[in-house]
């Protein structure tokens, strides 16, 4: 008698999950770059790509970016920070009085992050000592930073020249920097009006010249958050936190620390974009400054799925449509239709070659179809509408990467001592 054995199918190898390099990030950029380019040329907007709008973009994604900065380091750590913008409010007058009185815009920055510091501190105690509601904490710390700065106002500012109750005097200027040598040759390509060329020279020049040593400091926040929350052990404890507090407390992690430490970074964090609106992207303090800053930055959070990278890139985007509608308006919008309908093209078809998702294909497609006929029909975009067009963005975006985000499992979640018990 004989038996006969089947052997069993092989295993199909897994599939390769994508790792986002610096190589793809460049070649990216490149693309965008590139579909910029083509969109000058096609409508006309040369401030699109302009050296100009660059700058001013780098300048308003700043603030936004460290607002976010702020966000990710208090979620990491389980604690939802709503109170960003009252923070923020906080850094910009506390920034503002530092340099006055002192005439030294760098203790302005200092006093900024002390501001933050000190609202931050609020609401920790009111969360990670007491318990409270994480949003409810939040939506008080932002009523009582306008409230505290308008009355702040009102006793320091006003009883200076050039100051009042809703404004202060003139802030001392910050000093800027420029890569030596390239700014005239890289104006001279710009105006030229090559395709790509002069588009890449006009990036590169907002880039480099006449750039703040602040713009500096919030961009080097980035890599040093990223390499303190995910290369070293104090930034594994700290997530580990925000992810399975119970856990980390059996394994001998303090946790109410890390939620200290958390939340106060974030307080110093959005406290230095609160600063870095009034010294350097307006030079004075006025009320109502912030515009909304703290919650785009916690939205750029959610964007960049609680990644440092990811949130940049969301700062990036606001920045940069925030620029353009400032600067030409609806010219510029207009010729942003365009880049957006392509953009949409792509995803529509990656959505159906590679995710095999042919009703989110349909979906986008659908959109960018709506996006050409708007570009098509139109020469230029309202004022009224252009205002809009940096929160909309952001709309857009977090309702497309929705689907692939995963936020902290205990964020937000209470978190009493002696749980695991």
Not at 159 to 169: N, V
């Amino acid at each position: 008698m004989t038996t006969t054995t089947t052997a069993a199918p092989a295993a199909a190898p897994p599939a390769r999950k994508f790792k986002l390099t610096w190589q793809v990030l460049l070649l990216g950029l490149l693309a965008l770059l590139f579909l910029l380019s083509v969109a000058r040329v096609l409508t006309g907007a040369n401030d699109i790509t302009s050296g100009g709008a660059i700058g001013a973009a780098l300048m308003a994604a700043i603030p936004i970016g460290l607002a976010g900065l702020g966000g990710l380091w208090s979620e990491r750590a389980g604690v939802v920070n709503i109170g960003l913008e009252g923070i923020m409010i906080l850094g910009t007058w506390f920034g503002a009085w530092g340099a006055i009185v002192t005439g030294n815009p760098w203790v302005g920055v200092l006093a900024g992050a002390a501001g933050g510091l000190l609202g931050a501190a609020l609401h920790a105690v009111a969360t990670v000592t007491f318990g409270v509601d994480h949003v409810v904490s939040g939506v008080a710390l932002n009523i009582l930073g306008m409230g505290v700065t308008k009355y702040l106002s009102t006793l320091v500012f006003a009883e200076m020249s050039g100051g009042g109750d809703t404004q202060s005097p003139r802030i001392p200027a910050m000093q800027t920097v420029s890569i030596p040598g390239i700014g005239g040759p890289l104006q001279d390509l710009e105006s030229q009006r090559w395709f790509f060329i002069s588009d890449l020279a006009g990036v590169l020049r907002g880039l480099t010249q006449n750039v703040s040593l602040f713009t500096l400091l919030g961009v080097l926040l980035v890599p040093l958050t990223f390499w303190l929350l995910w290369r070293t052990a104090f930034g594994l404890r700290l997530r580990s936190v925000g992810e399975r507090p119970v856990a980390a407390e059996s394994l001998g992690v303090n946790v109410y620390f890390y939620k200290y430490v958390a939340v106060l970074a974030s307080g110093v964090f959005a406290g230095l974009g609160g600063a870095f609106l009034a010294i350097v992207a307006a030079g004075t303090y006025r009320e109502g400054q912030t515009g909304g800053r703290g919650f785009i930055g916690l939205a750029t959070v959610i964007f960049g799925n609680w990644r440092p990278g990811g949130l940049a890139a969301g700062a990036g985007l606001f920045g940069y449509t925030d620029a353009l509608q400032l600067r030409q308006g609806g010219t510029s919008v207009h010729a942003l239709l365009l880049v957006v309908a392509l953009l949409l093209v792509a995803v529509a078809i990656w959505q159906f070659v590679k995710q095999q998702r042919s009703r989110a294909a349909l979906l986008t497609g659908i959109a960018a179809i709506a996006v050409l006929v708007v570009f098509a029909v139109t020469d230029t975009i309202p004022e009224q509408f252009t205002s809009f067009t940096p929160h909309l963005t952001t709309l857009l975006v977090l309702s497309l990467a929705s689907q692939r985000l995963r936020m902290p499992a205990a964020d937000g979640l209470p978190y009493r001592r002696g749980q695991a018990k």
